[in-house]
């Protein structure tokens, strides 16, 4: 840690987070850099490492931040195991979708903070007094809680600017032979019907809680 120099403006970490989170909703995670992050502080770059050794630690504060928005005070546990598990993952996508630029760090960094695991724990806290074993468990919130970051992320990627995104979002199928791709042909006649992130999210939801989880609870 640099020790901080007299006379140096009071800075604190929650402030630097505070900025890092604005400065990646505005611009996007790429632009996120010590020097720009400072800046947006108006403080030097130096008077960020007394708080944050480095980018890396940075990423996970800023993750941090982002799961500690999910909401665990509506857990019921009065309600069906299956509504509770849906529920808690419904709050991770929520979360992390108010920060759509900063969700693929939920995908590309191992939760390992008190803050990054206290979703992961109250998941295991309900399927294990359910019945379930510490394995099945852990295996079924493993794959639910991918599923849940993977499917939010590639929905938040849908809400930002990324430079890797086709500007063109309309659908174009019309070098597709229709006797090559007949079902997609004949499914794309009807775009009306299909039902959208929202309505995806919770059927993948719902299935993966039935197999993983409710299927196994002891009778």
Not at 29 to 54: F, Q
Not at 95 to 110: C, E, F, W, Y
Not at 165 to 187: H, I, Y
Request: hydrophobic share 45%.
């Amino acid at each position: 840690m640099v020790p901080r120099k007299a006379n140096t403006p009071t800075l604190t970490r929650d402030q630097i987070v505070a900025a890092a989170i604005t400065l990646v909703d505005r611009d996007g995670l790429s632009a996120l850099s010590m020097r720009k992050l400072a800046a947006e502080l108006g403080v030097g770059a130096m008077s960020l490492y007394y708080h944050v050794p480095d980018k890396s630690a940075l990423y996970d504060l800023i993750l941090d931040a982002g799961l500690g928005e999910v909401d665990l005070s509506t857990d019921d546990p009065a309600k069906p195991v299956a509504t509770r598990v849906a529920n808690i993952a419904c709050a991770i996508r929520d979360a992390l979708l108010r920060h759509p630029n900063a969700a693929i760090l939920a995908m590309s960094r191992s939760l390992r903070t008190p803050a990054q695991l206290r979703p992961v724990e109250r998941l295991l806290q309900i399927l294990t007094e359910a019945g379930l074993s510490d394995a099945d468990a852990m295996q079924a919130v493993n794959v639910i809680g991918q599923y849940a970051v993977a499917v939010t992320t590639m929905n938040a990627n849908q809400l930002t600017s990324s430079e890797y995104q086709d500007p063109d979002t309309a659908l174009d199928f019309g070098e597709l032979r229709p006797d090559e791709f007949p079902c997609m042909m004949r499914a794309m006649q009807h775009p009306e019907e299909f039902r959208g992130w929202d309505s995806d999210f919770e059927a993948g939801l719902a299935a993966l809680i039935a197999g993983l989880a409710i299927n196994r609870i002891p009778s």
